[in-house]
C-alpha cells in the first residue's frame, strides 16, 4: 500500500468516530432539555399550587379575624347589656358550669336510685313467683288429695232408674262433695210434723225410726207431691224438678232423738236455679 492510500484511510476512520461522538452528545443533550422541560412544568405547578394555598390561608385569617372581631363585639355587647365586668361574667360562667355539674350529678344519683328500685321490684317478683309456685304445688296437692278422697267416697243408685251417685254420709264428707264443685248441696234438719223450705223446694218429715234406720218424708216441688216412704239413711232420693226437668236427690245420714228429727242434704245440678233471697 502507499503512502498517498494510508493517509486517505486515516481521515476517513477518524471522521466516523467523530460523527457517532457527536451524535451521542446530542442525544444526551436532547434528553436534558426534555428533562429539565418536565422538571420546569411540575415546578411551575407546584408554585401556582403554593399560591393557591397562599392565597386560602390569607382569606382563612381574614375570616378568623373577622370571626374573632364580631366574638369581641358580642362580648362587649353582652357585658354592656348585663352590666357586667369581666371577672363578673367569668364568675356567672363558673356558676352556670357548676349547676351543670350538679345537675349531672342529681342525674346519676337518680339512675342510680332507680336503677336499686328496678332491682328491688325484680327481687319481689322473684319472691312472688316463687310464691305463686308454692301456691300452685299446695293447690296440686290438695286437689290430688281431694280425688284420693273422692274415690273413697260411696256410690249408691238412687230410686229412680238406677242411677248412681256418690253420696256424703256426714257433714265432712259432704263438705269434700262441696269442693269437687260439680252439684249444689243444701244441708237441713227436719222436724216431724214440719214443712221447711229447702233449696228450691219443701220437704216434710212424717215419719223417722232410728232402731230400723228409716223415715218417711214428702217432697213438694212444681206443685207436686213426692211422697219417700220407708226409705233407708244414705240412700238416694231423686225426683225430677224445674221447667227443664233435671234431676235432684235428697240424702238424710240421720235420725235424731226421740225420732223426730232427721239431718241431710239436697243436691241440685249446677244449672238449677237456686232459692230466692231471703226477703223477697
Do not use: C
Amino acid at each position: 500500500m502507499s503512502e498517498e492510500e494510508e493517509v486517505d484511510r486515516i481521515p476517513r476512520n477518524y471522521s466516523g468516530a467523530l460523527l457517532a461522538v457527536i451524535a451521542v452528545a446530542l442525544l444526551a443533550a436532547l434528553g436534558g432539555l426534555i428533562w429539565s422541560y418536565t422538571l420546569g412544568s411540575r415546578l411551575t405547578s407546584q408554585q401556582t399550587q403554593l399560591a393557591e394555598a397562599k392565597q386560602q390561608n390569607l382569606k382563612l385569617e381574614a375570616e378568623l379575624r373577622g370571626t374573632d372581631a364580631r366574638l369581641n363585639v358580642a362580648t362587649d355587647a353582652l357585658k354592656t347589656s348585663l352590666g357586667l365586668t369581666q371577672k363578673q361574667l367569668d364568675t356567672r360562667a363558673q356558676q352556670i358550669i357548676q349547676r351543670e355539674q350538679a345537675d349531672s350529678r342529681r342525674l346519676e344519683s337518680a339512675e342510680k336510685q332507680t336503677a336499686q328500685q328496678v332491682t328491688d321490684v325484680t327481687s319481689a317478683v322473684t319472691d312472688v313467683k316463687t310464691d305463686v309456685g308454692g301456691v300452685k304445688t299446695d293447690v296440686a296437692k290438695t286437689q290430688s288429695d281431694l280425688a284420693e278422697t273422692v274415690t273413697q267416697l260411696t256410690s249408691m243408685k238412687g230410686d229412680l232408674s238406677g242411677h248412681s251417685s256418690l253420696i256424703a254420709r256426714n257433714h265432712d264428707e259432704l263438705e269434700i262433695l262441696k269442693h269437687k264443685g260439680d252439684r249444689n248441696y243444701y244441708e237441713f234438719t227436719l222436724t216431724k210434723g214440719q214443712k221447711k223450705p229447702v233449696g228450691t223446694v219443701s220437704l216434710e218429715l212424717k215419719r223417722a225410726d232410728s232402731k230400723r234406720s228409716k223415715f218417711t218424708l214428702v217432697v213438694y216441688s212444681d206443685d207436686k207431691q213426692y211422697e219417700k216412704k220407708d226409705r233407708n239413711l244414705n240412700e238416694p232420693l231423686q225426683f225430677y224438678s224445674g221447667k227443664d226437668p233435671l234431676l235432684f236427690e235428697i240424702v238424710v245420714n240421720s235420725v235424731g232423738v226421740k225420732n223426730s228429727t232427721i239431718t241431710g242434704y239436697l243436691t241440685t245440678p249446677k244449672s238449677a236455679p237456686g232459692p230466692a233471697p231471703t226477703g223477697q
